[in-house]
């Protein structure tokens, strides 16, 4: 397949272009400086540098015969507010008129969906992060807001919880479990889930927690 992805020099964004690559698929993305990518990868892959909060440069990387767009930018302390929001908004608009291209995306694990389980854990994590990490945690939630505006957009989310290093091993929940401060997943099965979007409708139009 044919895959833009965005948050290629970040931690998720990394393993799924490392993840993407070793499964064979034709891999563009669109950072601020080429520099930042691992050197063993960037000669496979399609590198345009821009800025995802331009509009026009997110339409460069979003080619005819795209087949799917991954979303792995990551929020921290630096990031202007609605980092996430702002570029998915931009991302959607690109494919309004394409309904084969999926839109594959990160969220977070304190946004509550229709479909949770919502137990007092899960209620302490949405605290925990609206307080320490409400920069993040606001972002995403008008991230999904967004999506839910989209329904002509063939989008599909994941929502991890705390997310650390650690092997790939294909072995998770992915749901509306009940979740808790405990759960955790690790970046490199978050990216696994994500690509596992790629075939399937299941999870159309729907943000799973992905924890183990």
Known sequence: MKITLFGATGAVGGECLRQALDAGHDVTVLVRSAAKLPADLRDRICVVEGD????????????????????????????????????????????RDEPAVRFIWCGGGSTFVEDDHITLGGRFVRKFAAVFMSLRHE???????????????????VRPLQMRNGELTGQYRMGFHAFNGFSAISFADCAHAMLSMLKGDSWLHKAPIIQY
């Not at 460069?60 to 930018?73: E, K």
């Not at 995403?140 to 599909?156: G, N, P, R, T």
């Open 52 to 95: 995802a909060l331009c509009a026009d440069d997110v339409w460069r990387v979003i080619s005819a015969d795209t087949d799917a767009v991954l979303f792995a930018i990551g929020v921290d302390k630096r990031s202007m507010p609605d980092l996430c929001t702002d570029v998915s908004r931009h991302i959607l608009d690109a494919l």
């Open 139 to 157: 972002d995403k939630e008008h991230q999904y807001a967004l999506m839910k505006q989209y329904s002509d957009v063939a989008w599909f989310g």
